[in-house]
């Protein structure tokens, strides 16, 4: 049983599209990362946030206490996008499996 | 923004042998750093909490004897992977919170390259 599951598994998009990421968890959190992992490993932190929404370029992260369910929304997706994006829940750092996407010229 | 490097980036040794990994923060100055494996096809796994000045704070099933953490300036934290095993063979990622940005940055943490080890 994973405590936190990210859908979908793998997403491919057209130059251009919306995209989102979906991050669900079972667990009280006092936070949530995304986390972007390029395919030679490196990581980036993209967004850490506890309530609403935060926006930085063309991304916006997304977060419902409540429903315990965040969001990452890609805006006018670009081939350099393609990466796997993780999602993580702190004070636990349990994360997701990552959601690989793949963004087509 | 903020770098962290870790050195290797990439090495392979021997069964038995011990390997020690670098992760420094260039420009900041970091009073914890966190350390990560990560399997093929598979997720992160938080393996530690290195704290400068104090000892690291192991998670769950991770053998404090085996990875040894130092964490021993504001810019310096190591892990050594000692008597290595080819089990251990996984990509190693650190990461390290600025102490001045702390949770009013909307990226919290900085996340060196990763150290993929091979234990033959």
């Known amino acids: 049983k994973n405590e936190v599951e990210q859908s979908p598994q793998n997403l491919t998009a057209q130059e251009g599209e919306f995209i989102t990421i979906n991050c669900s968890y079972s667990?009280?959190?006092?936070?949530l990362h995304w986390l972007q992992q390029h395919p030679g490993g490196g990581i980036v932190s993209l967004f850490m946030?506890?309530?609403g929404k935060k926006k930085h370029g063309r991304l916006i992260a997304t977060i419902n206490i409540q429903e315990k369910h965040s969001s990452l929304h890609i805006t006018a997706s670009h081939p350099r996008d393609s990466a796997v994006y993780i999602c993580?829940?702190?004070?636990?750092?349990?994360f997701g499996t990552g959601t690989s996407l793949t963004v087509i010229p | 923004g903020a770098v962290v490097s870790q050195h290797p980036s990439r090495v392979i040794c021997k069964s038995g042998t011990s390997v020690k990994i670098e992760c420094r923060s260039l420009?900041?100055?970091?009073?914890?750093m966190f350390w990560y494996r990560q399997f093929p096809k598979q997720s992160l796994m938080l393996m530690a909490t290195?704290?400068?000045?104090?000892?690291?704070?192991?998670e769950q099933g991770v053998e404090k004897d085996k990875f040894l953490i130092n964490h021993a300036s504001l810019t310096l934290s190591t892990l050594t992977v000692t008597s290595a095993h080819p089990e251990d063979s996984s990509f190693y990622i650190c990461?390290?919170?600025?102490?001045?940005?702390?949770?009013?940055?909307?990226?919290?943490?900085?996340f060196g390259p990763g150290t993929r080890l091979t234990v033959l």
């Open positions: 990461s390290a919170r600025d102490v001045v940005a702390g949770v009013s940055s909307y990226n919290e943490q900085f």
């Open positions: 667990v009280g959190i006092s936070a």
């Open positions: 946030l506890s309530s």
């Open positions: 993580a829940v702190r004070p636990q750092f349990y």
């Open positions: 420009d900041f100055q970091a009073t914890t």
């Open positions: 290195s704290n400068e000045g104090s000892k690291a704070t192991y």
